[in-house]
């Protein structure tokens, strides 16, 4: 790619969510709005590098992008009926604006809001909620979202065609949802963006560029998501949390790609102003006095952020908050979550009784960190028998190389632990 | 005496068909109807979009439970239909929340199919 092709291809990246968003509106159909960006796209190439950047890309794009629609739907073959309806859904937008064809149209911010909870609405399955919202908010590629996901191209390409399909065809509405409804609405979104966020985040063994772009767009429309709905503290916290984990990307993983552990990483590599900004969110989101999980989850990782060493962790103020957690998710990881908390703040017998629970009920008895917590427990009350046996059975179920490399190296240390002790 | 004729089809078959063969069945369609209708007989006929546009809809310990698909377990039968002439899709799904049904059982949004008048 040439100088030239690549900043065009970032301005592209960065406009296509706010530009397609507005057209959607004015527009009233995807299809064409996305075919009529893709023209303007063309068009764009071809005038940008012999005349250079208009003032406002943006603007430019959703204004020639329209007057493309408008050329498409003359030579569209769609019913007669349906292409009244969309010349109508134009002019009307014209009116609204007291504007001729040529009059400049702008993003307007609170379309994406429109368009993140259209792309997350209930009658979508999450799979298609997800797909939807980073090819079109994230202006994602198929094939990179295929990659990004561990899908294939075909099933990615399909899932997003058949949610276009179904908002059109069912009349999924284009708007943000009024106060009655938005509490479940708002979850639905959010829950979208924290998947995206993770699939960029944990995934440690895909292409970096991709990650990056997850954890990017993620963290990007949480931003816009806040701040377009600045009296709702749970996007607030859903940002702050995002915000906190993303700070430490840098040292979880070592030089050698392996899994750092939280306590083992070094805290000079976190990025202090990003935690900072997380932590003040976090305030700022409680002081609206609406808790929720992800504020408190938030609220969680700005404690562990905030500790200058591993060993300075306020983990009583942790075991506090996940029990808070467990009032809205009573989930077998929230409780295992909760018990290495009280692990450190009470002792690791409790901690192992708060798990007899979850152990009866067998829902983690395939779940890696579940051995692993519970071998770090019994080594530090040198259980050495029962720590081996959790560490082995951790590594059974242990899916990640890096993870398994970490559970060996531990099993070795743990050999020689109690090897250590036989000898005296 | 009133009835309902509920037609069930594989939609596959159909998407496999031509584009001829596709016309010529629409056309004896259109052709039953308006003998119907001629017939004085026709209360309403509503051809729906696919099962890929549906959306079911349960309502369990009071909270509306929307699944993106159609209803698709057997244990449950067709027990009536409601046509309505709503705003939107979420509007249809509060309407379908307020089935009895809805509790226990399963509701079926599904769109009318866009076809010109007879």
Not at chain 1, 156 to 173: D, E, G, M, N, Y
Not at chain 1, 232 to 240: D, K, T
Not at chain 1, 298 to 316: L, N
Not at chain 1, 335 to 351: D, G, K, Q, Y
């Amino acid at each position: 790619m040439t100088q030239t092709a690549r900043s065009l291809d970032r301005i592209f990246r960065a406009e296509s969510g706010p530009v397609l968003a507005t057209l959607i509106r004015i527009l009233g159909d995807f299809q064409l709005a996305e075919d009529a960006l893709q023209d303007a796209f063309t068009a764009a190439l071809e005038t940008w590098s012999k005349d250079g950047l208009p003032a406002s890309p943006g603007a430019w794009l959703t204004t020639t992008a329209r007057r493309k629609a408008v050329d498409r739907l003359r030579h569209l073959r769609i019913v007669e009926a349906r292409r009244s309806e969309l010349a109508l859904s134009i002019r009307l937008d014209q009116e609204a604006h007291g504007s001729q064809d040529e009059l400049e149209v702008s993003p307007v911010p609170e379309d994406q809001l429109r368009l993140i909870f259209t792309c997350c609405h209930l009658a979508l399955s999450r799979g298609a909620q997800v797909a939807l919202t980073v090819r079109t908010l994230g202006g994602l590629s198929i094939a990179e979202i295929a990659r990004a996901f561990l899908v294939n191209e075909a099933t990615v390409a399909q899932r997003v065609a058949r949610a276009k399909q179904k908002i059109a065809r069912a009349h999924i509405p284009y708007e943000i949802p009024d106060r009655d409804s938005l509490a479940p609405r708002l979850d639905a979104v959010l829950s979208v963006l924290y998947l995206v966020f993770n699939e960029g985040y944990l995934a440690t063994s895909r292409g970096p560029l991709v990650r990056g772009d997850l954890v990017a767009d993620a963290l990007r429309l949480a931003r816009g998501l806040s701040a377009l709905l600045p009296d709702e503290p749970e996007p607030m916290g859903l940002l702050a949390l995002m915000l906190l984990h993303d700070s430490r990307r840098e040292a979880r993983v070592s030089d050698e790609g392996d899994l750092v552990l939280l306590d083992d990483q070094d805290r000079t590599k976190w990025k202090r102003p990003q935690i900072e900004e997380g932590a003040q969110l976090v305030e700022k989101a409680l002081r609206m006095g609406r808790p929720g999980p992800y504020q408190i989850q938030g609220a969680i990782a700005a404690v562990h952020a905030e500790a200058a060493t591993a060993a300075d962790t306020d983990w009583r103020q942790i075991a506090v908050l996940y029990n808070q957690l467990l009032r809205y998710e009573r989930t077998p990881v929230i409780e295992l979550n909760r018990a290495v908390a009280v692990s450190f703040a009470e002792s690791p017998v409790e901690a192992l009784r708060l798990l007899e629970g979850v152990e009866r009920a067998g829902a983690l008895e395939h779940y890696a960190p579940f051995h692993l917590a519970r071998a770090d427990m019994f080594r530090r009350l040198a259980r050495s028998d029962e720590a081996r046996e959790s560490y082995r059975r951790a590594l059974q179920f242990a899916s990640n190389d890096q993870v398994r490399r970490f559970i060996e190296r531990r099993l070795n240390g743990a050999d020689v632990e109690s090897r250590a002790k036989g000898l005296v | 005496m009133k009835y309902a004729l509920l037609i069930y089809a594989a939609e596959r078959d159909w998407a496999q068909k031509s584009k001829e063969e596709q016309g010529r069945i629409y056309n004896e369609y259109m052709a039953y109807s308006v003998e119907l209708k001629k017939s004085g007989k026709l209360l309403s006929c509503e051809p729906l979009d696919p099962t890929s546009t549906a959306t079911t809809i349960r309502v369990r310990n009071g909270k509306t439970v929307p699944t993106d698909g159609p209803f698709a377990e057997t244990k449950e039968q067709l027990g009536g239909i409601y046509v309505v002439d709503v705003k939107d899709l979420n509007e249809a799904m509060a309407w379908a929340s307020k089935i009895p049904d809805a509790r226990t059982g399963s509701i079926e949004i599904r769109p009318l199919m866009n076809v010109p008048e007879m």
